[in-house]
């Protein structure tokens, strides 16, 4: 595990944001990984998982607090959670700014096509390439779709290990553009699911408020985030 923690960003949420500010302007490309106790966890039994968790080519941010305090025991010092929401978030709005294009892939059929509507209500200088719901038969041909696209920004929502797979698998093929998955946030930017209250992130209980809404996910938060905070 120790070579996954060195890999994870270890500065302030606004450095990152300024880090992210940087590739935008440069045309750079990017495979950002939010690092939380699932995708670790899964990395155990899965090599591809590992690689690109090394892989210094790749941007690993942490999401999770359990990630961070874990860190600790390897004398790793990170200063603070970065989740796919706030990434998601700042870039929409910098997308906005500059006139970037975007691309978005993942969620149910309703979650997405909410959320582009929001989009292009309130951040109506962002040029939407495309988007697909998460749940299509052929995922492949909707990443060959976003390749052929280039989009400079391209977030992609279908769940922890397998949007990071699905990146990956084309990462290879793409020059340039911002490719992160991002988890259950467009069930929040689409403001079909509420994010936790402020105080519950404050208190870095998200996790817990995830669970009292939907209370299906203990048995992943068991063999995931317990089993990981227990892990030497
Ligand atoms: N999802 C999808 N296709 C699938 C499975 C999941 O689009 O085949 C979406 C799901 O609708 C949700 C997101 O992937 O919007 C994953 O959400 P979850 O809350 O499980 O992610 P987490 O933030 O816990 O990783």
Redesign the pocket.
């Known amino acids: 595990m120790q070579e996954i923690f060195e890999n994870i960003y270890n500065k302030s949420k606004e450095e990152y944001f300024n880090y992210l500010r940087k590739l935008l302007k440069n045309n750079d490309k990017k495979f950002i990984i939010t690092v ?1 106790p ?1 995708i670790i966890m899964n990395s155990e039994k899965n090599n591809e998982i590992k690689e690109m968790l090394i892989n210094k080519n790749n941007s690993l941010v942490p999401d999770g607090i359990s990630v961070v305090k874990k860190t600790k025991k390897y004398n790793i010092d990170i200063k603070e959670r970065i989740t ?1 929401v706030d990434i998601s978030e700042f870039l929409l709005k910098e997308a906005n700014k500059n006139k970037n294009s975007l691309y978005l892939f ?3 059929k309703e ?1 997405i096509s909410k959320l582009i509507e929001k989009i292009k209500s309130n951040y109506p200088n962002i040029n939407i390439l495309g988007y697909s ?3 299509v038969k052929n995922k492949d041909k909707v990443m060959k779709e976003i390749i052929n696209k280039k989009p400079d920004i391209c977030m992609i ?4 290990p ?2 990071e797979l699905f990146i990956n698998k084309y990462i290879d093929k793409v020059d340039k553009g911002i490719y992160i998955g991002v ?5 929040v930017l689409s403001g079909c699911k509420k994010r936790a209250p402020h105080i519950f992130i404050k208190l870095n209980l998200e996790w817990l408020y995830r669970i009292i809404c939907e209370p299906k996910r203990i048995g992943r938060f068991i063999k995931n985030n317990i089993v990981f905070m227990f892990k030497k």
């Open positions: 939380n699932e796919g993942g969620a149910k979650v719901d998460g749940y929502a279908l769940g922890v397998n949007q988890g259950g946030t467009f069930d």
